[in-house]
């Protein structure tokens, strides 16, 4: 179990403490905004997409040897981090990186079923959160610390001693086991996946620096929108699809993939730019920044160590729409206060959104696991976890590029007020992204009566 606590408390670390490191990165490689976008994205559309195959590979070739050979990826591509020289040789890195967490992420959970026993799994998974929100709280201090004493790479060189430690602990405690009535892996549908969300997402993020309407966008979009549109179609048309798409038919799964989505969507999105804006616009040091993440972090914490017992009070579906309300709310306050020079205002506004995640994160995932049949559980635990990671993905692209479109092709040296007014810009398009995905949850769940959250 120890080395699936590092390894929940290390992926998690992940998504706050390369945020914190992009200013510098910036600097020194002199990247403009689709790059930072690119170190982000290629980590989080990268586990989007090959995280329903990792879990494939998981029940067909065993949980350990998976879950252990995506921890081995996930330590070489921190280490190619760790020595990239540029933006490419780092978005490359971080891709290899987005492979091994999502082959390690699905088997991981697996292995905690295999592991305990029904009355005892609650717990462990409950450790297993409990880790992450360690790993998400201490990150961005961890992460000031680092770019303090020394470069960012070894904000991710860090990683290194962390997933070696994982791999001899794993190998030497963990069960096997694998699933003898596994089906064929879905190969075709990973592939579809991965490139339709890259390609749609690449020519958003590209779309600034490239024109709008320069063919290669046009192109490139329009490709990963086909794409998208067959993955659909061939998991409808597939015996045993790797992601079941009629599910979404269900008002509860609907209603909660819709608030995941949102939520993850915020999280990563206003994470992204809120670390950007206390060191260009703000001109905090990468250790206060770090500091003032955390009380996002500890927000994060409270509202899900709450959200069961807010649930049962007032009701799932409700508590969702609170949550999102929440995160509009959050999105607003800050697009006001980017043109402030309270530093404590920004970090209060995000702790705002961190409670309306904190509410959504549980509560969207038990309403999609008691909504389907107990025959359905890992299709519930897929459902979660892709909209989840497919939020992040958009959150940085569609944020970032309309921050990216205020700046033009600049970012290093750009002018702090451009920055702000951007930043207003991309906050004010937050909120009202998750205001629609939010009318939407509400719509879905309005008749909604399945079991309680």
Same mark, same amino acid.
């Given at each position: ?282 001109? @905090?040091?990468? #250790?206060?920044?770090? &500091?003032?993440? /955390?009380? %996002? =972090? $500890?927000?994060?914490?409270?509202? +899900?160590? *709450? ?11 409700? @508590?969702?729409? #609170?949550?999102?309300? &929440?995160?509009? /709310?959050? %999105? =607003? $306050?800050?697009?006001?206060?980017? +043109?402030? *020079? ?112």
């Amino acid at each position: 179990m120890a080395a699936l606590l590092i390894a929940a408390a290390f992926m998690a670390a992940d998504i706050t403490i390369t945020n914190v490191a992009l200013p510098t990165i910036a600097q020194d490689l002199d990247a403009s905004m689709a790059s930072l976008q690119w170190v982000v994205d290629s980590y989080n559309i990268t586990v989007a997409g090959l995280l329903l195959l990792g879990a494939g590979l998981g029940e067909r070739y065993g949980r350990k040897g998976t879950f252990l050979c995506g921890i081995a990826l996930f330590l070489m591509g921190s280490v190619l981090a760790g020595i990239a020289d540029s933006v490419g040789s780092l978005v490359v890195a971080r891709t290899v990186m987005g492979v091994g967490g999502a082959i390690a992420l699905a088997p991981a959970i697996s292995l905690i079923t295999m592991m305990y026993v029904p009355d005892q799994r609650a717990k462990a998974v409950a450790g297993w959160s409990a880790a992450g929100s360690m790993g998400l709280a201490l990150s961005p201090v961890a992460a000031g610390l680092i770019l303090t004493a020394a470069s960012w790479h070894w904000v991710f060189i860090i990683n290194v001693p962390a997933m070696a430690a994982i791999l001899i602990l794993g190998a030497m405690a963990l069960p096997p086991g694998r699933n003898p009535d596994a089906t064929r892996l879905d190969v075709v549908g990973a592939i579809l996946s991965v490139l339709g969300l890259g390609l749609f997402l690449g020519a958003v993020i590209e779309g600034p620096s490239r024109g709008w309407t320069s063919p290669v966008i046009l192109v490139t979009g329009l490709t990963g929108a086909l794409a998208i549109m067959a993955f659909v179609v061939w998991e409808l048309h597939r015996q045993h699809p790797m992601f079941e798409v009629r599910v979404l038919a269900r008002r509860g799964v609907l209603g909660a993939s819709l608030a995941l989505f949102a939520s993850f969507l915020a999280f990563a999105g206003i994470i992204f730019l809120i670390a950007q804006e206390l060191q260009v616009v703000k001109g @905090t040091t990468p #250790i206060q920044l770090g &500091l003032c993440l /955390v009380p %996002f =972090a $500890l927000g994060v914490w409270l509202a +899900s160590h *709450e959200a069961a017992r807010i649930s049962r009070t007032i009701g799932a579906a409700t @508590t969702l729409s #609170i949550g999102m309300a &929440l995160v509009v /709310v959050a %999105f =607003a $306050l800050l697009a006001a206060t980017s +043109s402030w *020079e309270s530093v404590a205002a920004i970090v209060a506004a995000s702790f705002v959104c961190a409670l309306g995640c904190g509410l959504l994160f549980p509560i969207g995932s038990v309403i999609i696991l008691n909504d389907l049949p107990a025959e359905l559980t890992g299709t519930a635990s897929g459902t979660s976890m892709l909209a989840r990671m497919a939020g992040a993905s958009v959150g940085v692209a569609v944020l970032g590029t309309v921050l990216a479109s205020a700046l033009g092709s600049g970012y290093a040296h750009a002018d702090p007020d451009a920055f702000a007014s951007g930043l207003r810009v991309a906050y004010w398009a937050g909120a009202a992204i998750v205001l629609a995905l939010g009318i939407g949850q509400a719509m879905a769940l309005r008749r909604w009566t399945g079991p309680a959250a």
